[in-house]
Nanobody
Framework: QLQLVESGGGLVQPGGSLRLSCVAS????????VGWFRQAPGKEREGVSC????????NYADSVKGRFTISRDDAKNTVYLQMDNLKPEDTGTYYC????????????????????WGRGTQVTVSS
C-alpha cells in the first residue's frame, strides 16, 4: 500500500518559516512526481507546488512563488516544502501526493485520482 506521511507543520508568526516533509512508506519516491496541496477551513483544496521525479521540473502556485521552495532527497525517500515569509493566508492543512505517470506542471493539480495521498499536517500563521 502506498502511503505518504507529512510532518513539520505548526504555529508560526507572519514572516516566519517552516519546512514540511513528505515521507513515502511502502514504495520509493524516486520514480514519482510529488505535489503539495493545502486546504483552509471553508475553502477548496488548492495546489501549491509540485516536483518531477527527476527534480528537474518544479511548479508553484502564483500565491507562493518566491516564498516556497520544493525539493527532494530520494536517498531519504522524502520531498520537502520550504516555506519562508509565511503569511496568515498560508494557514491550512497541507497534504502531499504522488503520481507515477503524471508529470509536474500547472495541470498536475487538476488530477482527480492521485496514486498516493498523505493525511496532512496543519500550518497556522498567526501573531
Amino acid at each position: 500500500q502506498l502511503q505518504l506521511v507529512e510532518s513539520g507543520g505548526g504555529l508560526v508568526q507572519p514572516g516566519g518559516s517552516l519546512r514540511l516533509s513528505c515521507v513515502a512508506s511502502g514504495f520509493t519516491l524516486d520514480s514519482y512526481t510529488v505535489g503539495w496541496f493545502r486546504q483552509a477551513p471553508g475553502k477548496e483544496r488548492e495546489g501549491v507546488s509540485c516536483i518531477s521525479f527527476s527534480g528537474g521540473t518544479t511548479n508553484y502556485a502564483d500565491s507562493v512563488k518566491g516564498r516556497f521552495t520544493i525539493s527532494r532527497d530520494d536517498a531519504k525517500n522524502t520531498v520537502y516544502l520550504q516555506m519562508d515569509n509565511l503569511k496568515p493566508e498560508d494557514t491550512g492543512t497541507y497534504y502531499c501526493s504522488a503520481d507515477l505517470v503524471m508529470g509536474c506542471s500547472a495541470t498536475y493539480y487538476q488530477i482527480v485520482g492521485h496514486d498516493a495521498w498523505g493525511r496532512g499536517t496543519q500550518v497556522t500563521v498567526s501573531s
